[in-house]
C-alpha cells in the first residue's frame, strides 16, 4: 500500500511541473513578441507599411501622416522621406515634397534623397514654364540644382527655357524687376542680383561656354525696353562689371554698361545746380547755361555727337530713374521726363536746337521744380534763354544785346496757364510783361 501512495504522488509532482514549464514557454513567446514590436525598425516599418497601404488605396492625407510617424521614430527612414515626398507629388503639392526631400538630405546625406529633390524642382520648373506661369522665383528655384551639380544640362536648359518668361510675366515684367523696390513689389532688382552672383559663383566653381553664354544672356533683360532706378542702375552697372570680369562680355552688356556709366557722369555735371535749385535758387541757372560744362554738354546733342544718351532736342535730366531702350543690340538712356514721373524731386531739361543771333548759338534749359507735399498743381515750368534781344537803355532808346530772358509758366489742374516773361533778367535794364500783353503789343 505504500508502495502504491508514493507512486500516486510522484505521478501527481510530475504533472504539475509539466504544467508550470509549458506556461513558462508561452509567457517568453509572448513577451518577445511584444519586444519586437516596441522595437523602432520595427516600428518604423509598419508605419511605412501602413503609408504604402494609404497611398495605394489614394488616401495620402493618412500616408502623410504614417510616413510622418515613421520619420519621428527614426529621422534617418530614406524610404520614409522618399515615400512622403511621393504621396506630396499625388496632390500636387510641390513645396512641401521639396522640403521632406531636402531635410531628408540634409539629416541623412543620402545621394537618392538629393537627387530626387533635385528632379522635383527641375520638373516643378518645367511644370510652371509650360503653363507660362514662370517668373523670376521659378529662376531661383533651378538655381540650387546647379549648386549641387554645376554640370547638370538639364538645369541650364531649363534656365534657359526660363529667360524670357522670367522677364515677360503678366505679375513681373522688367519694370517690376528694376524699380520693384520703388513700388513696393516682391520681384525686385535684389532678387534679379542674386541670380547673376549665384550663377557666376557656380560659373566660378566649374566653367563651361554653356553656363558663360546662358550668364551674359540673363545679364540683360529680354525686353526692348525698361526703366530702373537710379540707386539699383549703380548697383546694375557693378554687377555688369562682375560678369565682364569673370565670364565675359558681350555687345548688348558693353553698351549697358556705357549707359550706366554716362548717366552718373550726367549726374555728376548736374549735382551742383539741382542743390541750389532744390532750395529755390533759379537765379544761378545763369551763370550755369554759359559755363564751359553745360555748353559742351549741350553741343553734344546739338553736333549730334556719338553718346549712349538717347539724341532728342529737349533732353530731360531727373535724379529718379532712367529708361534703357534696345536697338540693333545695342542699348542706349534717357531720364525720365517730368510727364513720366510726376513725383520726380524735379527735372532739368537741356534745349538742344539751333538759334544763332548774329551767328552766336543760344543757349537754353527749363527747370520744373518738384511736387509740394504731393501736389502736382499747381504747375511750375522756369525757361531760362540767354540770346540776344532788344533791351531799353535810358529812357526810351532800344539796344539789341545779349541777355538773359526768363519765362514762367504756371499750369493748374485744369489745363489753366499763366506766363510771365523778366527781360534783362538780373540786368540793370529788367522789365517783366505778361506773355498776353507781349502777343497783344507784337499782334499791334
Same mark, same amino acid.
Given at each position: 500500500?505504500?508502495?502504491?501512495?508514493?507512486?500516486?504522488?510522484?505521478?501527481? $509532482?510530475?504533472?504539475?511541473?509539466?504544467?508550470?514549464?509549458?506556461?513558462?514557454?508561452?509567457?517568453?513567446? $509572448?513577451?518577445?513578441?511584444?519586444?519586437?514590436?516596441?522595437?523602432?525598425?520595427?516600428?518604423?516599418?509598419?508605419?511605412?507599411?501602413?503609408?504604402?497601404?494609404?497611398?495605394?488605396?489614394?488616401?495620402?492625407?493618412?500616408?502623410?501622416?504614417?510616413?510622418?510617424?515613421?520619420?519621428?521614430?527614426?529621422?534617418?527612414?530614406?524610404?520614409?522621406?522618399?515615400?512622403?515626398?511621393?504621396?506630396?507629388?499625388?496632390?500636387?503639392?510641390?513645396?512641401?515634397?521639396?522640403?521632406?526631400?531636402?531635410?531628408?538630405?540634409?539629416?541623412?546625406?543620402?545621394?537618392?534623397?538629393?537627387?530626387?529633390?533635385?528632379?522635383?524642382?527641375?520638373?516643378?520648373?518645367?511644370?510652371?514654364?509650360?503653363?507660362?506661369?514662370?517668373?523670376?522665383?521659378?529662376?531661383?528655384?533651378? $538655381?540650387?540644382?546647379?549648386?549641387?551639380?554645376?554640370?547638370?544640362?538639364?538645369?541650364?536648359?531649363?534656365?534657359?527655357?526660363?529667360?524670357?518668361?522670367?522677364?515677360?510675366?503678366?505679375?513681373?515684367?522688367?519694370?517690376?524687376?528694376?524699380?520693384?523696390?520703388?513700388?513696393?513689389?516682391?520681384?525686385?532688382?535684389?532678387?534679379?542680383?542674386?541670380?547673376?552672383?549665384?550663377?557666376?559663383?557656380?560659373?566660378?566653381?566649374?566653367?563651361?561656354?554653356?553656363?558663360?553664354?546662358?550668364?551674359?544672356?540673363?545679364?540683360?533683360?529680354?525686353?526692348?525696353?525698361?526703366?530702373?532706378?537710379?540707386?539699383?542702375?549703380?548697383?546694375?552697372?557693378?554687377?555688369?562689371?562682375?560678369?565682364?570680369?569673370?565670364?565675359?562680355?558681350?555687345?548688348?552688356?558693353?553698351?549697358?554698361?556705357?549707359?550706366?556709366?554716362?548717366?552718373?557722369?550726367?549726374?555728376?555735371?548736374?549735382?551742383?545746380?539741382?542743390?541750389?535749385?532744390?532750395?529755390?535758387?533759379?537765379?544761378?541757372?545763369?551763370?550755369?547755361?554759359?559755363?564751359?560744362?553745360?555748353?559742351?554738354?549741350?553741343?553734344?546733342?546739338?553736333?549730334?555727337?556719338?553718346?549712349?544718351?538717347?539724341?532728342?532736342?529737349?533732353?530731360?535730366?531727373?535724379?529718379?530713374?532712367?529708361?534703357?531702350?534696345?536697338?540693333?543690340?545695342?542699348?542706349?538712356?534717357?531720364?525720365?521726363?517730368?510727364?513720366?514721373?510726376?513725383?520726380?524731386?524735379?527735372?532739368?531739361?537741356?534745349?538742344?536746337?539751333?538759334?544763332?543771333?548774329?551767328?552766336?548759338?543760344?543757349?537754353?534749359?527749363?527747370?520744373?521744380?518738384?511736387?509740394?507735399?504731393?501736389?502736382?498743381?499747381?504747375?511750375?515750368?522756369?525757361?531760362?534763354?540767354?540770346?540776344?534781344?532788344?533791351?531799353?537803355?535810358?529812357?526810351?532808346?532800344?539796344?539789341?544785346?545779349?541777355?538773359?530772358?526768363?519765362?514762367?509758366?504756371?499750369?493748374?489742374?485744369?489745363?489753366?496757364?499763366?506766363?510771365?516773361?523778366?527781360?534783362?533778367?538780373?540786368?540793370?535794364?529788367?522789365?517783366?510783361?505778361? $506773355?498776353?500783353?507781349?502777343?497783344?503789343?507784337?499782334?499791334?
Amino acid at each position: 500500500m505504500s508502495r502504491g501512495i508514493k507512486v500516486k504522488k510522484k505521478s501527481q $509532482i510530475n504533472i504539475k511541473k509539466t504544467a508550470i514549464i509549458g506556461l513558462a514557454t508561452v509567457v517568453t513567446i $509572448i513577451a518577445g513578441y511584444n519586444i519586437y514590436n516596441h522595437l523602432p525598425f520595427v516600428k518604423v516599418s509598419k508605419a511605412i507599411a501602413a503609408g504604402n497601404k494609404y497611398s495605394a488605396s489614394s488616401d495620402y492625407e493618412a500616408a502623410i501622416d504614417s510616413y510622418n510617424t515613421a520619420i519621428e521614430i527614426d529621422e534617418g527612414a530614406v524610404e520614409a522621406y522618399n515615400n512622403m515626398a511621393g504621396a506630396y507629388l499625388s496632390i500636387d503639392d510641390y513645396e512641401s515634397a521639396k522640403k521632406v526631400l531636402y531635410d531628408g538630405w540634409q539629416n541623412t546625406e543620402n545621394k537618392d534623397l538629393l537627387n530626387n529633390y533635385l528632379t522635383v524642382i527641375t520638373n516643378d520648373a518645367i511644370t510652371a514654364i509650360n503653363k507660362g506661369e514662370g517668373n523670376i522665383d521659378t529662376v531661383l528655384s533651378v $538655381i540650387p540644382v546647379l549648386e549641387a551639380d554645376n554640370t547638370n544640362s538639364e538645369a541650364i536648359t531649363v534656365l534657359d527655357a526660363a529667360y524670357t518668361r522670367c522677364f515677360r510675366n503678366e505679375q513681373t515684367d522688367a519694370d517690376m524687376f528694376f524699380r520693384g523696390e520703388n513700388k513696393g513689389s516682391a520681384c525686385c532688382f535684389s532678387k534679379y542680383e542674386e541670380i547673376i552672383n549665384r550663377l557666376v559663383a557656380v560659373y566660378e566653381a566649374t566653367p563651361s561656354e554653356e553656363l558663360a553664354a546662358l550668364i551674359q544672356k540673363y545679364s540683360s533683360p529680354s525686353t526692348d525696353s525698361f526703366t530702373i532706378g537710379l540707386d539699383e542702375a549703380a548697383r546694375y552697372k557693378e554687377l555688369l562689371d562682375k560678369v565682364a570680369s569673370s565670364v565675359g562680355s558681350c555687345e548688348a552688356m558693353d553698351s549697358m554698361r556705357e549707359c550706366f556709366t554716362n548717366a552718373s557722369q550726367v549726374q555728376d555735371l548736374f549735382t551742383d545746380i539741382f542743390a541750389q535749385l532744390d532750395i529755390g535758387n533759379v537765379d544761378d541757372l545763369r551763370d550755369f547755361i554759359v559755363s564751359d560744362e553745360y555748353v559742351s554738354y549741350r553741343d553734344i546733342f546739338l553736333n549730334n555727337q556719338e553718346t549712349s544718351q538717347e539724341n532728342t532736342t529737349y533732353i530731360p535730366i531727373s535724379r529718379e530713374a532712367m529708361v534703357l531702350n534696345l536697338n540693333e543690340g545695342k542699348w542706349s538712356y534717357r531720364f525720365l521726363s517730368f510727364e513720366e514721373n510726376p513725383d520726380s524731386a524735379g527735372v532739368i531739361t537741356v534745349w538742344a536746337n539751333y538759334f544763332e543771333d548774329d551767328g552766336v548759338q543760344r543757349n537754353s534749359i527749363s527747370y520744373e521744380p518738384g511736387a509740394i507735399n504731393g501736389n502736382v498743381y499747381p504747375h511750375t515750368k522756369y525757361s531760362v534763354t540767354y540770346l540776344k534781344s532788344y533791351i531799353t537803355s535810358g529812357k526810351s532808346t532800344k539796344v539789341a544785346q545779349m541777355n538773359y530772358r526768363l519765362s514762367t509758366v504756371i499750369t493748374d489742374e485744369d489745363g489753366n496757364m499763366t506766363e510771365t516773361v523778366v527781360g534783362d533778367w538780373g540786368g540793370a535794364n529788367e522789365w517783366t510783361m505778361d $506773355i498776353e500783353t507781349i502777343e497783344s503789343r507784337i499782334r499791334a
